[in-house]
């Protein structure tokens, strides 16, 4: 099984509809991240959660919402899609006591409709 | 963070060396130089990092200038599966770790071709 795994892998959705994306890490990790990457661009962060109870916004949060359920899940919402949403989106985790960079999923393409 | 410069593309023959330059002018002094990878639409890849001395490990070795205004990833043997975008990012570190706020800019396009 991957370290990080994210639910669904492709996903198509309508304009207006509410999506969940989500995450979950064997590593043991207490850090996690959502990026979104568009064609040609690099990755762009989104939300990171340092703990449970420490969620912050990244450089692109506004029209996503995320949840840390528990330590080994992060999920990523977007409330009412809209299509310039339509991006690969990417979770990682790292950890805060050894910094070995950062491990990410395989990714979620998503394409709103 | 630091900004970062690299070029955008690069070429190399499959088992020769490639090497990766990235331009930091603006680094400080409690920031660390990380390299990933992503290929094709994958999610990126760690591939080293460090701070002001030579670093390798099994998949590459990291040469930082003595000044740290640039750096050097090294693929000592090139094959086919290393083509992808290669990312040099520069990224503050305290007590060991990372702030945690990687940020990915264009990155470098390299093709190995037989």
């Known amino acids: 099984d991957a370290d990080v795994t994210q639910t669904p892998r492709n996903r198509i959705t309508k304009t207006g509809k509410r999506i969940m994306l989500e995450c979950s890490q064997t590593k043991g990790h207490d850090r996690m991240y959502w990026y979104r990457q568009d064609p040609g661009l690099g990755l762009r962060l989104i939300y990171y959660?340092?703990?449970?109870?420490?969620?912050n916004k990244g450089e692109i949060s506004d029209g996503y919402s995320v949840s840390r359920q528990a330590q080994a899940k992060f999920s990523l919402s977007l409330e009412s899609a809209i299509p310039n949403q339509t991006a690969l989106y990417f979770c990682?985790?790292?950890?805060?006591?050894?910094?070995?960079?950062?491990?990410f999923g395989s990714g979620t393409r998503l394409t709103v409709v | 963070d630091a900004k970062t410069t690299q070029p955008t593309s690069m070429d190399c023959a499959e088992g020769r060396a490639a090497n990766l330059p990235c331009n930091h002018s603006?680094?400080?002094?409690?920031?660390?130089v990380y390299w990933y990878r992503q290929i094709h639409s994958q999610g990126p890849q760690y591939i080293i990092h460090?701070?002001?001395n030579n670093e390798t490990n099994e998949m590459a070795s990291l040469i930082i200038t003595e000044d740290r205004k640039s750096s050097t990833l090294i693929l000592p043997h090139a094959t086919l599966r290393d083509t992808a975008v290669y990312y040099c990012?520069?990224?503050?570190?305290?007590?060991?770790?990372?702030?945690?706020?990687?940020?990915f800019g264009q990155g470098t396009i390299l093709t190995v071709h037989p």
């Open positions: 460090g701070l002001k």
């Open positions: 603006t680094i400080s002094g409690n920031e660390y």
């Open positions: 959660s340092f703990d449970v109870k420490d969620i």
């Open positions: 990012i520069v990224t503050a570190v305290a007590g060991g770790t990372s702030y945690g706020k990687l940020t």
């Open positions: 990682a985790t790292s950890d805060r006591d050894r910094d070995y960079g950062y491990t």
